[in-house]
């Protein structure tokens, strides 16, 4: 699994292509994007405080705190996996380069997986 460090560095690498390589209304809602799936990785941040306080307190809350944070990566998810097909259709990246993109920085890439 991603985490949120790995996915604020994979946000700030497609922030620098977007702004170096691509000009144009084109590519707007791409670079719209950034910023607000930077807000549900800080979103995600809180929800993993409040967990790890919820663990120790309340039964209710960490289960509601999981429910709300597994809601908030699924949607971040979502949004990167959007993001990843328009630079896939874009011929900026390939499948292997964006596979690579989300493995953990000390996990190798094997191409054959």
């Known amino acids: 699994m991603m985490t949120i460090e790995k996915c604020r560095a994979v946000l700030d690498r497609y922030e620098q292509v977007l702004t170096k390589e691509y000009f144009g209304s084109d590519i707007d809602h791409l670079r719209s994007m950034i910023p ?9 941040h809180k929800h ?26 699924e949607k971040f998810m ?10 896939w ?3 900026t990246y390939t499948i292997d380069d964006l596979k690579a993109h989300n493995k953990p920085d000390n996990e190798p890439f094997d191409q054959n997986k």
Request: proline share 0%; glycine share 4%; hydrophobic share 45%.
């Open 36 to 44: 607000k799936m930077r807000v549900m990785l800080d979103e995600l």
């Open 48 to 73: 993993e405080w409040n967990l790890a306080i919820a663990s120790i307190t309340d039964e209710r809350t960490f289960k509601q705190t999981v429910t709300e944070m597994t809601a908030q990566r």
């Open 78 to 87: 979502r949004w990167l996996g959007f993001m990843q097909g328009a630079f």
């Open 89 to 91: 259709s874009m011929e």
